[in-house]
């Protein structure tokens, strides 16, 4: 079977607590940017063989080399600063930190290679399929809206997407180029757009909720222009996942007709609580697409039972056919370098989970 596999993985994990000191020590300048190195690679050696004795075939780097799941690929942009951002801020649950926001000061391109020695460095640990999780182009928006976008450079937004579209195909190029042929666009828009509280922002920001989910999806159309024939590619969607933490919540309803729009070959869909609604939005997904449901949560360390996991599974092909489903955690486990609020024990085993209950499901 090819990408998306019938048991998956949304991308980061847990950082072992030697790694996160090394990044830690290198950031005061205990330890050289060639040492960090090192440790990086050890981790993510020992990660990509855990995944592989569970019996994952999409593997990632655990996003190890990473403070921040999008901030970290958007910064390499030209034109793209990170700042704190005075303005509206998204409320994340229990939670008083920000991170930055990927502010626009001038032309954005892409005028060097983004993070394709991670991706070679992971091709070069697995003869299974290496998975490149990268932000979705609709991220350089949704924070921090119109307002984070300068008007002198971009008093146009047209010229603004336009230019996202074409920094994202020498972007996706270059991975491409390197061998990469699964690629994951996380992109919580989606999903948060599904909010009140997030389209009352938005319109705080200077922007319209109700045409936004169709311009992302037409700026990701427009990056994926020219990928290679044979390259997978999925979106995946939640609604935040900041230890352990969320930020928005509501259906698909709102959001589904653009975002089964884009040409991409599946979705990565956050179901692991009432606050992503029911499965009746899957109805509408077009024929030739693959659907992985994200229903083991990463916010907790309870393991989910396999009869659990299986009757949603049912519940869900009442919409979308079995042989078009795929399983796979709701989310990341380690979105940012803090982690989520689960052990290292604990993540293993709900990988394991999904690679159990997929192969008594699929076969």
């Not at 919540?249 to 179901?271: C, I, K, L, N, R």
């Not at 709701?330 to 609020?341: E, I, L, R, V």
Request: glycine content about 8%; some cysteine.
């Amino acid at each position: 079977m090819t990408a998306p596999f019938r048991a998956d993985q949304v991308g980061s994990l847990l950082r072992p607590d030697w790694l996160t000191e090394a990044r830690q020590n290198c950031k005061c300048g205990l330890l050289d940017v060639a040492a960090l190195a090192e440790v990086e690679n050890q981790a993510i050696a020992e990660a990509v063989q855990r995944q592989q004795d569970i019996g994952l075939q999409g593997i990632t780097d655990g996003e190890f080399r990473r403070d921040w799941w999008h901030l970290d690929f958007l910064a390499q942009l030209d034109g793209v600063e990170l700042r704190d951002h005075d303005g509206p801020q998204f409320g994340i649950q229990g939670q008083s930190v920000q991170p930055p926001i990927a502010t626009v000061t001038d032309r954005v391109a892409c005028s060097r290679p983004i993070m394709v020695e991670h991706f070679e460095y992971l091709r070069s640990l697995t003869a299974r399929t290496p998975k490149m999780t990268i932000p979705s182009p609709s991220m350089l928006h949704l924070r921090g809206g119109r307002a984070a976008i300068s008007n002198t450079v971009y008093p146009d937004l047209a010229e603004f997407w336009a230019d996202v579209a074409a920094a994202y195909r020498v972007a996706i190029g270059q991975l491409a180029d390197a061998g990469c042929r699964y690629l994951q666009l996380d992109d919580i828009t989606f999903a948060y757009l599904c909010d009140p509280k997030i389209q009352a922002q938005c319109r705080a920001n200077g922007d319209d909720p109700d045409t936004l989910a169709q311009t992302y999806a037409d700026t990701i159309n427009a990056a994926l222009v020219g990928t290679p024939a044979d390259m997978v590619v999925t979106i995946h969607t939640c609604r935040g996942n900041f230890k352990s933490a969320w930020v928005a919540q509501g259906g698909y309803a709102p959001v589904v007709e653009a975002m089964f729009s884009t040409h991409v070959d599946g979705y990565f869909m956050e179901f692991d609580s009432e606050r992503a609604g029911g499965f009746e939005p899957l109805a509408a997904l077009p024929a030739d697409k693959k659907v992985v449901l994200g229903l083991v949560t990463t916010k907790l360390g309870a393991l989910e039972s396999k009869d659990a996991i299986k009757r949603r599974i049912d519940e869900a092909a009442r919409y979308v056919p079995l042989e078009r489903l795929c399983l796979s955690p709701q989310c990341g486990f380690s979105s940012t370098h803090h982690g989520n609020a689960l052990s290292q024990d604990d993540q293993w085993r709900k990988l394991e989970r999904v690679v159990e209950v997929a192969a008594e499901v699929w076969g």
